[in-house]
T-cell receptor, first 111, second 116 residues
């Protein structure tokens, strides 16, 4: 049973436009969410996180939105840049338990 | 060296071989992790070490044997693996095993393992 789902395996966005990556979860006990970015041949790099007491967290061009009632979070990147092309993983945890990762979404920014 | 390093980056082994993966973190962290990433599957947590003690073993087959001699080094010893064990093996470290905002995990580049 996959508790963290990224239903879009890939996404292409024009440079300068907004990229929106989505993530759904089923475990209502999850209270901490993270996004990781992964380039080929490298390990995942932490990008941004949000705890369940917030519904939005912003860091520069990256904003994460959390909708607890829908069990949905999204990552917005604006404006999108060619260097943003990577695989993005959503991850979640409940209390001090382990992180559960989604399968990832490959984002391609078209120049 | 900075961050989290892993060696080797690529490994091809037969099912009867014994090999080891090495991870080293230069961040002064107290917790280290092994993850397995298979194609089109979520990252799977394998083992967690905190202050050199194993705190989690996620039902991993005994053909995978972790070792944490100190808080900076983590090994994954491999023996009699199966072809389905072919995957990217990622090491990570964090300040502690909590999941608060100060306990973000930092990943190494991974070892691409192919079992023939």
């Amino acid at each position: 049973d996959q508790q963290v789902k990224q239903n879009s395996p890939s996404l292409s966005v024009q440079e300068g436009r907004i990229s929106i990556l989505n993530c759904d979860y089923t475990n209502s006990m999850f209270d901490y969410f993270l996004w990781y970015k992964k380039y080929p041949a490298e390990g995942p790099t932490f990008l941004i996180s949000i705890s369940s007491i917030k519904d939005k967290n912003e860091d520069g061009r990256f904003t994460v939105f959390l909708n607890k009632s829908a069990k949905h979070l999204s990552l917005h990147i604006v404006p999108s840049q060619p260097g943003d092309s990577a695989v993005y993983f959503c991850a979640a945890s409940a209390g001090n338990e382990k992180l559960t990762f989604g399968t990832g979404t490959r984002l391609t920014i078209i120049p | 060296e900075t961050g989290v390093t892993q060696t080797p980056r690529h490994l091809v082994m037969g099912m009867t071989n014994k090999k080891s993966l090495k991870c080293e973190q230069h961040l002064g962290h107290n917790a280290m992790y092994w993850y397995k990433q298979s194609a089109k599957k979520p990252l799977e947590l394998m083992f967690v070490y905190s202050l050199e003690e194993r705190v989690e073993n996620n039902s991993v087959p005994s053909r995978f044997s972790p070792e944490c001699p100190n808080s900076s080094h983590l090994f994954l010893h491999l023996h009699t693996l199966q072809p389905e064990d072919s995957a990217l093996y990622l090491c990570a470290s964090s300040q502690s095993t909590g999941m608060g905002e100060t306990d973000t995990q930092y990943f190494g580049p991974g070892t691409r393992l192919t079992v023939l």
